[in-house]
């Protein structure tokens, strides 16, 4: 599977996603902060493309992200509240917030085709990014058996999104959009 680099705006979340790759485990606490953090980077950008997007294909998946996205972190915050777990913001969470500041920052100076193509190249490396974090990570190191579940319960949601992207990828390419 061929992977688009992804761009200069988007390092940062990216690097949030490495780092756990090369890091020491994380605890509970922490895999609570990283997953709130990653589901709001995307709800944030999913809502700048539904009103920003010139493609209704592109909005109709920002959408998409922010309706599944706002989902998973009910469930995760209902879940660290049942546990009596509090987020521990970590460098991770950090970089994450950071990242995703930054492509927000980014896709505000886009218009038309070139937000668009912007926006999805991200979802596309940030969604692939996600997925390893997952299985590398965030998986192997949950501790509590509800936590470990639901990250695996998620898991299909994250892949499915990445191949959405993928396809939204591929079709701007074709059409010259």
Known sequence: MKLIKPALFGALALAGFANLAQGAGVTD????????????????????????????D??????QMVVDHSSVNKSATDL???????????????????????????????????FD??????????????IDALDKTLIPDAQNAELKALLVKVRPAFVAHLEHAQHLQTAMGKTGE
Do not use: C, M, W
Not at 58 to 63: L, S, T
């Open 29 to 56: 606490p922490q895999i609570a902060a990283i997953v709130v953090t990653a589901n709001q980077v995307d709800i944030d950008a999913g809502k700048l493309a539904e009103s920003k997007g010139r493609s209704k």
């Open 80 to 114: 660290v509240h049942k546990l009596g777990v509090t987020p521990e913001d970590n460098p991770t969470s950090q970089d994450l917030k950071q990242g995703g500041d930054a492509n927000l920052a980014k896709l505000k100076t886009l218009d038309g085709t070139k």
């Open 117 to 130: 193509r912007a926006y999805i190249d991200h979802e596309v490396s940030y969604h692939q990014s996600v």
């Open 58 to 63: 592109v909005k109709a998946f920002g959408h």
